[in-house]
Nanobody
Framework: QVLLDESGGGLVQAGDSLTLSCQVS????????MGWFRQVPGQLREFVAA??????????????KGRDTMKGRFTISADIAKNTLSLQVNSLIPEDTADYYC????????????????????WGRGTQVTVSS
């Protein structure tokens, strides 16, 4: 089992930057991918970014949206030695207000769909980010 613990959320002003962290524990050696999603109450969980855990290669593309919507203001990074996943968000806007979730997956896929929340087994409890205008 993999345990995920997010931190770093809070109330910030538009234009600020924020770094979210996810501490990973448990069966970390089997992780294949990790990602950040966000969700506004009443809306679907939205893909933000992901990494291939072994290589650290970032993924920002969500084909469902037709473009790398999060690339530019969002930067995902993984420190495998410290078992942490980070998400830096710059130039925050009120529309970034959401609960941000860290996710991990141990399964292998012929084609991994990093943007698909159904392909993540483990989820943290989330950290809330509120951006005031």
């Amino acid at each position: 089992q993999v345990l995920l613990d997010e931190s770093g959320g809070g109330l910030v002003q538009a234009g600020d930057s924020l770094t979210l962290s996810c501490q990973v524990s448990g069966r970390t050696t089997e992780i294949k991918a990790m990602g950040w999603f966000r969700q506004v109450p009443g809306q679907l969980r939205e893909f933000v970014a992901a990494v291939d855990w072994s290589s650290g290669r970032p993924v920002y593309e969500d084909p469902m949206k037709g473009r790398d919507t999060m690339k530019g203001r969002f930067t995902i990074s993984a420190d495998i030695a410290k078992n942490t996943l980070s998400l830096q968000v710059n130039s925050l806007i009120p529309e970034d207000t959401a609960d941000y979730y860290c996710a991990a997956d141990e399964r292998s896929y012929v084609t991994r769909l990093y943007y698909n929340f159904n392909q993540y087994e483990y989820w943290g409890r989330g950290t809330q980010v509120t951006v005031s205008s």
